[in-house]
Structure formats: structure tokens, C-alpha cells
């Protein structure tokens, strides 16, 4: 049981965290899961990150949808989701309550808060490519599978369906199995 | 200045909202449809949720744009703050709550279908090699994304540089707590663009 209100309050600050979109939400969901507490290991937070591109939803949901999975079953998805999805909703009822109150004039606050805030979010996405581009380093073939990716991007078809690149990616990866250093 | 509808609704909760023939169960399938169709994360569920808005011919530009700066700014996936707000447009609290419910059906029943396999299945160097080439796609993607936030809002002045720098190296560097980076960041550029003046 008190895994699930630690899942929950472990979402609750990964969705506060979480400026500018699902992959800001990623550090936010290494450094509680992996670096606080040994619930993830690198590897499995990269396979996450993974499963949660390919399939439909938004990255950070469907990453704490299979993390509460992963720890405590299907309550632990559900709770994990909820508290996720909740905690946002919950402060934008009270952001909106305020601007009602404060004659609109927030209301442009609000979009140059979140142009300002541009640069730092850019350095939260840095240090989640930086974390998952870790494990992909030692290994050459894996470099190769990547520059074939990036080199795919540039279509205009791929750009749009970003989760057939990394599809493409994992069937390389299983017809290049036996060069992977284990 | 005309209060936008959205504020009124916060204030009048028992005021019905919006266009009170789309009923429930449609909202509700509306949003279903759009969560388990769009694949690529809430970047591109803005798109389709904002043309879904357009579609329905209900709300003004200024109610959209509205709507898709407060899911933006505010924290959390963008795709369930949105439907919240268009949930609400349509049929205050109950659709804001039947919306969110929606969009989050499909991927949260996908992933948990493919967990249970996936569980199963982990340490196989089978599925060891498919998750190392989609991390190889994973970091590609991302890349991607990172290489263009940067084009756009990193190199456009000194001041943005260098929160980033900071946010980025304190995270990466200095193993600080991402909130933590983000906010000396955001701190830094807030402070950097006092100085102007």
C-alpha cells in the first residue's frame, strides 16, 4: 500500500516538473525512479522511454502508466496515471480561478511565463537525450542503427510517424543481435 | 475586456456550457478516437485536438488560442490538459472529466496490455536487442526535437544560452534534481532580462 502512495506522490512532482511538454517529464521520472530509489535501472528507464514512443498516448502518461505497472501491478498503473493527470488539472483549476480573479491581464503574463521558461525546458529535453544516449555510446553497432535513423528523419514521411523510426530501430537492433556486446 | 467564456464557466459551475448537444457519450468517444489514433506525443494531439475544435465550429480563435496556452504553460502532458480545458468549453466539469477520461482510455488499456507480455519477456537478449535498436530510434527522435528547441528558443540571444547551459549542466553535470535545474534556469533568464532595464 505504501508503494502506491509513493507512486503517487513520485507522479504528483513528476507531473508539477513537467514544463513544456512530455519529454520535460522524463528527468523528472529518471531522477525519482532511478537515482532516489532503485525502482528502475538505466536500462529498464530506456526501455520505457521506448515502449512509451511507440505506442498512442502522451509520452509521460503512457511512461507512468508502465512504471506503476512495473512496480505495483495494474493499481499501481491506475494510481501512477491518475496522480499524473490529476495533479496538472488541479493546478490549472486553481491558475484559472486566479486570472478570473485578476482581470484577465495574467492571461499574457502566463504566455511570456511560458516563452521564458523555453530555454531551461530545452535543457531538461538536453539532459533526457543525454541520459538515454548513454547506452547506445559503447556500442558500435548501435551508432550505426542511430545514423541510419537520423538519416531517415530527414523524410518528410518520418518526420511525421516518428514512432516508425524507432520501430525500424528496434527490428535493426533484433537483425543485428549478434554484434551487440552484451 | 470581455471575459472569455472559459473564465465564466470557472465561476458559474452550474451553468451549462457550450453546446449542450454533443452529448456526453460523443465527447467522450471524440477524445477516445483522438487518444488511441495519435501517435507521437502531445505535441501532435495539440494539432488534431485544435483542428478537432475548429471543426466543431463552436469556439472562437482567441478561445482556442487560450485554451492551448494555458495546456502549454501549465505543467503536465499536454494532451490531457487540453482536453480538460475543451472538455470543459463543451460541458463544464462532467465533460472536462469525461474528456480527459477519453483521451487516456486507449493508451493507458494499450500499455497495460503490453506490459503484462513485456514483463514476461525482460533480460531475453531478444528483447535486450529490440529495446537497444529502439533506444538507437528513441535517441534519434529526441535529437531531433532537442536540435530544433535549440534553433529556436536557445540560440536567440545570450540570456537564453545561458540558461539553458545552466539548466542543462547543472541536471547532467552536477546530478541536481531536474525541478531544481530548471528552476536556476528559469531564475537565470528571468534575472538576466531585469538587467536589460
Known amino acids: ?182 | 475586456m470581455p471575459t472569455s467564456y472559459l473564465w465564466r464557466a470557472m465561476v458559474n459551475d452550474n451553468e451549462p456550457v457550450g453546446n449542450s448537444n454533443i452529448s456526453l457519450y460523443s465527447l467522450y468517444t471524440r477524445f477516445l478516437r483522438i487518444g488511441a489514433f495519435t501517435i507521437g506525443g502531445g505535441i501532435v494531439m495539440l494539432g488534431v485536438i485544435e483542428s478537432e475544435m475548429r471543426a466543431t465550429g463552436l469556439f472562437t480563435d482567441d478561445q482556442i488560442a487560450d485554451d492551448i496556452v494555458m495546456a502549454t504553460a501549465i505543467p503536465g502532458p499536454i494532451a490531457t490538459n487540453l482536453s480538460y480545458l475543451v472538455g470543459k468549453r463543451i460541458r463544464g466539469n462532467m465533460g472536462a472529466f469525461i474528456a480527459v477520461l477519453g483521451t487516456a482510455t486507449a493508451p493507458f488499456l494499450s500499455i497495460l496490455l503490453l506490459s503484462g507480455i513485456l514483463l514476461q519477456h525482460m533480460g531475453t537478449p531478444l528483447l535486450v536487442a529490440f529495446f537497444l535498436g529502439a533506444a538507437s530510434g528513441v535517441v534519434a527522435v529526441i535529437g531531433k526535437t532537442l536540435f530544433k528547441m535549440i534553433k529556436t528558443s536557445v540560440m536567440t540571444g545570450w540570456r537564453e544560452i545561458a540558461s539553458f547551459i545552466a539548466t542543462a549542466s547543472l541536471i547532467v553535470a552536477f546530478d541536481v534534481h531536474p525541478f531544481i535545474g530548471l528552476c536556476a534556469g528559469a531564475l537565470l533568464m528571468f534575472w538576466l532580462r531585469k538587467l536589460e532595464f
Do not use: H
Open chain 1, 1 to 182: 500500500m505504501s508503494v502506491i502512495l509513493t507512486l503517487i506522490l513520485v507522479f504528483v512532482k513528476v507531473a508539477l516538473g513537467s514544463f513544456g511538454g512530455g519529454l520535460a517529464a522524463l528527468p523528472f521520472i529518471q531522477y525519482e525512479l532511478c537515482i532516489t530509489r532503485d525502482w528502475l535501472t538505466l536500462q529498464e528507464f530506456s526501455e520505457v522511454v521506448s515502449l512509451a514512443q511507440m505506442t498512442p498516448g502522451p509520452i509521460a502518461f503512457t511512461s507512468a502508466t508502465f512504471v506503476g505497472y512495473k512496480i505495483a501491478g495494474f493499481w499501481g498503473a491506475f494510481f501512477a496515471s491518475a496522480a499524473l493527470v490529476i495533479t496538472p488539472i488541479l493546478l490549472l483549476m486553481f491558475i484559472l480561478f486566479l486570472i478570473e480573479r485578476s482581470s484577465g491581464k495574467l492571461r499574457s503574463n502566463v504566455e511570456s511565463f511560458q516563452k521564458a521558461m523555453r530555454p531551461a525546458v530545452a535543457g531538461l529535453v538536453f539532459s533526457a537525450f543525454f541520459t538515454l544516449a548513454k547506452p547506445i555510446l559503447p556500442q558500435p553497432v548501435l551508432w550505426g542503427i542511430l545514423i541510419l535513423c537520423v538519416t531517415l528523419l530527414k523524410l518528410e514521411f518520418c518526420r511525421k510517424y516518428p514512432q516508425l523510426i524507432i520501430l525500424f530501430g528496434a527490428f535493426a537492433g533484433l537483425f543485428c543481435k549478434s554484434w551487440l556486446i552484451s
